[in-house]
């Protein structure tokens, strides 16, 4: 591997998008986390689980369609977020000794390459978007609001990753919408369970950087709980298991749904277990990364109640 392609410390290792991109195109997909595929899983899980949840609530089979559509939408708006979050933090991130290769920080990729490539990306996600009722497009052309404040919050506020989690757990509910054209309590406290989700694991992440975002003047909510961070993150987990059972009562499902609930509820339990303020960068990209599945049991969850109520 020459020196112009490096790889990222928190990047898949072999990934095969990686392997097998032509040189040119691997800081674009760096650029766009595809080989690190945390990133989009974290942020199509809350979409799949308001489908699921809106299918079950309904008595209908799971909408392969539409699981498909937030997949692509998905993996598009993740490359589409971080390319301009990169854009933005591209001065930051050159004095961080995790990011400072990446492709904007180092200079392999220009600046009027990477909004071209910004484009293009928002471009497939609002082909995606279109393929939706009326209700999804509206919510849908909201959500990128929320995203263009994010790079700067941690500039101002040390609770970056509430930001971060209004963005991402925002599938949940489109995923709901997109099937029952309405928006009902079930997908608020489902949006409101993935918030805190994600507040929890992205504080698990920035554990990572606390040295050299103390240094850079970056704030976040590693940086605030401090030698609390377990402690806080295990409040988050727990508040996001509660509207989590709140989201399932509002929509009248069980069965299977909370079995789903009762396993992700173990799954964050065990990674509260596992953090502390000196858990070392390695630990910290692992527990992150786990929050991969413990999205998908609570999803299963849902649709195999969903599957459930619609063949029996």
């Given at each position: 591997?020459?020196?112009?392609?490096?790889?990222l410390?928190?990047?898949?290792a072999?990934?095969?998008?990686?392997?097998?991109?032509?040189?040119?195109?691997?800081?674009?997909?760096q650029?766009?986390?595809?080989?690190?595929?945390?990133?989009?899983?974290?942020?199509?899980?809350?979409c799949?689980?308001?489908?699921?949840?809106?299918?079950?609530?309904?008595?209908?089979p799971?909408?392969?369609?539409?699981?498909?559509?937030?997949?692509?939408?998905?993996?598009?708006?993740?490359?589409?977020?971080?390319?301009?979050?990169?854009?933005?933090?591209?001065?930051?991130?050159?004095?961080?000794?995790?990011?400072?290769?990446?492709?904007?920080?180092?200079?392999?990729v220009?600046?009027?390459?990477?909004?071209?490539?910004?484009?293009?990306q928002?471009?497939?996600?609002l082909?995606v978007?279109l393929s939706?009722?009326?209700l999804?497009?509206?919510?849908?052309?909201?959500?990128?609001?929320?995203?263009?404040?994010?790079?700067?919050?941690?500039?101002?506020?040390?609770?970056?990753?509430?930001?971060?989690?209004?963005?991402?757990a925002?599938?949940?509910l489109?995923?709901?919408?997109?099937q029952?054209?309405?928006?009902d309590?079930?997908?608020?406290?489902?949006?409101?369970?993935?918030?805190?989700?994600?507040?929890?694991?992205d504080?698990?992440?920035?554990?990572?950087?606390?040295?050299?975002?103390?240094?850079?003047?970056?704030?976040s909510?590693?940086?605030?709980?401090?030698?609390?961070?377990?402690?806080?993150v295990g409040?988050?987990?727990?508040?996001s298991?509660?509207?989590?059972?709140?989201?399932?009562?509002?929509?009248?499902?069980?069965?299977?749904?909370?079995?789903?609930?009762?396993?992700?509820?173990?799954?964050?339990?065990?990674?509260?277990?596992?953090?502390?303020?000196?858990?070392?960068?390695?630990?910290?990209?692992?527990?992150?990364?786990?929050?991969?599945?413990?999205?998908?049991?609570?999803?299963?969850?849902?649709?195999?109640?969903?599957?459930?109520?619609?063949?029996?």
């Amino acid at each position: 591997m020459s020196a112009a392609e490096p790889r990222l410390p928190d990047a898949v290792a072999d990934h095969p998008l990686w392997r097998l991109a032509p040189e040119p195109l691997r800081p674009y997909v760096q650029l766009a986390r595809l080989d690190r595929p945390i990133g989009w899983w974290l942020l199509l899980l809350p979409c799949w689980q308001g489908s699921a949840l809106s299918s079950a609530a309904l008595g209908l089979p799971p909408n392969l369609f539409h699981l498909l559509l937030f997949f692509i939408g998905a993996v598009s708006m993740r490359g589409a977020g971080s390319t301009y979050n990169d854009f933005v933090d591209r001065d930051i991130d050159a004095k961080v000794e995790r990011t400072r290769l990446r492709p904007l920080a180092s200079g392999r990729v220009s600046p009027r390459a990477a909004i071209v490539f910004l484009i293009l990306q928002c471009l497939v996600g609002l082909a995606v978007l279109l393929s939706f009722n009326g209700l999804t497009i509206a919510l849908g052309f909201a959500s990128p609001l929320i995203v263009l404040v994010y790079p700067f919050a941690k500039r101002f506020t040390s609770w970056p990753q509430a930001v971060l989690g209004l963005a991402f757990a925002y599938g949940a509910l489109l995923g709901w919408t997109a099937q029952t054209g309405r928006l009902d309590w079930p997908a608020v406290f489902l949006y409101a369970s993935a918030i805190l989700w994600t507040i929890g694991f992205d504080t698990i992440y920035a554990l990572q950087d606390k040295r050299d975002d103390a240094i850079a003047g970056v704030r976040s909510t590693a940086l605030l709980f401090g030698a609390h961070v377990r402690l806080a993150v295990g409040a988050l987990y727990l508040c996001s298991v509660v509207f989590a059972e709140l989201a399932l009562l509002a929509a009248g499902v069980g069965g299977f749904a909370q079995i789903g609930v009762g396993a992700y509820a173990a799954h964050l339990s065990w990674q509260v277990w596992r953090t502390s303020a000196a858990a070392s960068p390695e630990v910290a990209l692992t527990l992150f990364r786990s929050n991969r599945d413990a999205g998908l049991l609570l999803f299963a969850g849902l649709v195999a109640q969903s599957a459930l109520l619609a063949y029996s």
